[in-house]
């Protein structure tokens, strides 16, 4: 059964938030704004937020920028995840991935059917890991930051979530790298 293990004390995760978008300011990024309060919320540190345009080289750069920094263990991404020509999220992530983490796509775009039923089919959402973060792309829409917050990362971002998490692993995420030095 799964669920949160009140024996176990919460540990907040520093996260920084990328709104990808070649129109938002931060006064207008009501999805970037959605998973601020979100993870605020849940007790995680916000550590840091940027824009940055629809281009790959931008996103990449910002990317790595934070998979350097020590500061900040996951990344969340919102927008440019879509099918449009200047939808290149999922490209730019891949492009640092050492793991994609395939399953978190597809479990956002089953949650999606559900609640936006075969638009959901527009959704390339993806996730993995590089340099020992978490690295999530989210639509840009507000309702998928709530539904991926809401229905994925809140509790697989909480250390206490049951039978296993996202959380937890952190400290095994760069056992390849202790292995071959």
Request: glycine share 10%.
């Amino acid at each position: 059964m799964s669920g949160i293990d009140e024996k176990i004390t919460f540990r907040p995760l520093n996260i920084a938030i990328l709104t990808v978008s070649d129109s938002r300011t931060m006064a207008e990024d009501k999805s970037g704004d959605i998973l601020v309060g979100r993870l605020s919320d849940a007790g995680h540190n916000l550590v840091d937020r940027a824009i940055v345009k629809d281009d790959i080289p931008a996103i990449t750069t910002q990317l790595r920028t934070w998979i350097e920094d020590e500061a900040v263990e996951t990344v969340i991404s919102t927008g440019g995840t879509g099918v449009t020509g200047r939808d290149v999220t999922p490209e730019a992530f891949a492009g640092v991935y050492e793991k994609e983490i395939a399953g978190f796509g597809e479990i956002f775009r089953q949650i999606s059917l559900d609640i936006i039923g075969t638009s959901a089919i527009q959704s390339r959402a993806t996730a993995g890991v590089a340099g020992g973060t978490y690295l999530f792309a989210l639509p840009g829409s507000p309702g998928a930051c709530r539904d991926g917050w809401d229905h994925i990362l809140k509790d697989q971002l909480d250390i206490r979530f049951r039978p296993c998490n996202f959380a937890e692993m952190m400290p095994r995420l760069q056992e390849h790298v202790k292995a071959s030095a």
